[in-house]
């Protein structure tokens, strides 16, 4: 007998822990009701209708409207939030029971996305479209700046080499890369376009630095050859042979000099 007792007491200890209460509307407490939980009062059939897509949901009776969109997430896709239902033309909020409003089984609800929402999902659209775009052109840049990279490379390979580069190619590569430049400047970029955009920019820079500074060696290099030209030329121009890779030309004899001396007494 005291196993039973204490059997029953259990019993009861456990029913009371699984019992969940709520107030509805109008101050009544209840016990809350799970949807998908058999126990918890006759199935109805609600047909929802989103444009044009219809949709049969079964769902407790004494579900709320919260419940139903939480069912009409996983079957259209949109969040809870994101809805909003209509029920005999009039908008319906989450805390509101089904039955309690004279939802019955083979009901009609109108479903239609928040306009808020819609807005947002394309405004997002857009972003995601102007990013992509942002990317491409980035990425055409980029390809261009890659070229022209190689003609950098070239120029630098010739003047270590001792080669002498007209001041024009100078000038004519940093025109092209600053019209790559602009472009990017054109640009408008958000999150990792824009980072992509940042750094091309501070490549490009640093390949106009570099010409800056080959044209500064290849200046300096043709400088010292057309001083060391010069000094030769002076030389040359001198008088007497002095300094002149010329032979000098002879003194005349100093014997001359003593030709014509008068005999004193």
Not at 30 to 59: E, N, T, W
Not at 86 to 96: A, I, R
Not at 186 to 201: L, P, W
């Amino acid at each position: 007998m005291k196993k039973s007792t204490s059997k029953s007491t259990e019993t009861r200890e456990s029913n009371y822990r699984e019992i969940h209460w709520e107030l509805r509307p109008g101050g009544m407490l209840v016990q809350k009701m799970d949807v998908g939980d058999g126990s918890s009062g006759p199935m109805i059939k609600i047909k929802v209708s989103h444009g044009l897509c219809h949709y049969d949901i079964a769902v407790p009776a004494q579900s709320t409207f919260g419940d139903l969109k939480k069912v009409l997430a996983h079957e259209t896709g949109l969040e809870s939030k994101e809805q909003r239902l209509l029920f005999k033309g009039k908008e319906k909020e989450n805390d509101e029971y089904l039955h309690m409003v004279g939802v019955k089984d083979m009901s009609k609800v109108i479903l239609f996305e928040d306009p808020a929402s819609k807005e947002r999902k394309l405004e997002e659209m857009k972003r995601n479209q102007d990013t992509l775009k942002a990317y491409e052109a980035v990425a055409r840049v980029r390809a261009e700046v890659d070229k022209l990279c190689e003609k950098v490379v070239a120029l630098e390979t010739n003047i270590r080499s001792g080669t002498k580069i007209a001041e024009k190619e100078f000038s004519v590569l940093t025109e092209l890369l600053m019209i790559q430049l602009l472009k990017l400047d054109s640009i408008e970029a958000d999150g990792q376009a824009k980072v992509q955009r940042k750094i091309e920019v501070r490549r490009i820079q640093s390949f106009v630095d570099t010409l800056e500074n080959l044209k500064a060696r290849n200046s300096k290099s043709f400088s010292h050859n057309s001083n060391a030209v010069s000094v030769t030329t002076k030389w040359e121009t001198f008088a007497s042979g002095v300094g002149s890779l010329s032979s000098p030309v002879p003194l005349q004899s100093a014997t001359k000099l003593t030709q014509d001396w008068e005999l004193f007494d």
